[in-house]
């Protein structure tokens, strides 16, 4: 069976009528690796909250930029990114061996569809390694045993990604203890890249359609302030501008004026001292 039957076979497995965090997303974003159940969601929540399309895109902007940076500027060659999300445009691998062609990327999703579209889209170039890990996130020693196993090298430094996930854990302190975790087993020079939704510029708007999505979705997500964001930066050397909506976050000059609007999404990228 080819990579291509492996994606049919699996998304054949696939209750369509459940909506799924990580196929909404990529309907927002434009893609296509969604069902009727996850649009219907997406618009519904679009309708209450019309700039989430401006913060699925802000977010992946900023992901690209700190990636380019780390690869680029810090000389990072490795990234953990939980969460993975389906593939659609400017994937970590692509943006970091784009900079950096020799560099290894560990992408970690316990979603089945994730997964298989991963292992069917996602490949990376000859000189570095890209490995796709069926773990979660809320079983870290799990997620770094097995990158350690398969791709990374902890004595050097890595790029640990956390992008819109740790939204979907409840309880602060969890979060807090996962990232600690996390962060704890990497190597000085290490940099943490994370960013999530928050209720502080559209507070009501954002709120109620995140109420929509708990609703309908069997994994719940929990907007944060900018103050409990940056509890999972704590002593990290936070990176200039600091925690800002991501499209402030070290924009391009040359980018569009709806991509520099500020949305309710923060980001940050910190160094491990």
């Not at 492996?6 to 690796?33: C, F, M």
């Not at 087993?185 to 999530?196: I, Q």
């Not at 994994?219 to 200039?240: C, D, N």
Request: aromatic fraction near 6%; hydrophobic fraction near 40%; charged fraction near 20%.
């Amino acid at each position: 069976m080819n990579s291509e039957d492996d994606v049919e076979a699996t998304v054949a497995k696939i209750d369509q009528l459940v909506p799924h965090s990580a196929r909404v997303w990529n309907y927002w974003l434009g893609g296509k690796d969604n069902f009727q159940s996850d649009r219907q969601v997406g618009d519904q929540f679009a309708d209450l909250y019309p700039d989430i399309t401006v913060v699925a895109r802000s977010s992946r902007g900023f992901l690209t930029r700190a990636v380019t940076f780390l690869a680029a500027e810090c000389g990072v060659r490795q990234f953990l990114d939980i969460g993975t999300g389906l593939p659609t445009v400017d994937n970590t691998h692509q943006v970091a061996q784009a900079a950096a062609p020799e560099a290894r990327i560990v992408y970690v999703d316990n979603d089945p569809m994730v997964l298989a579209h991963a292992r069917a889209l996602l490949t990376g170039t000859p000189q570095g390694a890209t490995e796709y890990l069926d773990a979660d996130l809320h079983d870290p020693g799990k997620i770094l045993e097995l990158a350690g196993r398969t791709t990374l090298d902890f004595s050097k430094p890595v790029g640990l990604i956390l992008m819109n996930i740790l939204g979907h854990v409840s309880d602060l302190a969890e979060a807090q203890s996962i990232v600690a975790r996390l962060v704890g087993a990497l190597p000085s020079g290490s940099y943490l890249v994370t960013a999530d939704g928050t209720n502080v510029l559209d507070k009501e708007a954002f709120e109620e359609a995140i109420g929509v999505w708990n609703a309908n979705a069997p994994l719940s997500y929990h907007l944060r302030t900018p103050e409990e964001l940056s509890t999972f930066l704590t002593g990290l050397e936070v990176v200039e501008p600091g925690l800002v909506p991501c499209a402030r976050w070290r924009p391009r000059a040359h980018a569009a004026l709806e991509d520099l609007r500020e949305v309710d999404e923060f980001g940050a990228v910190a160094r491990k001292p």
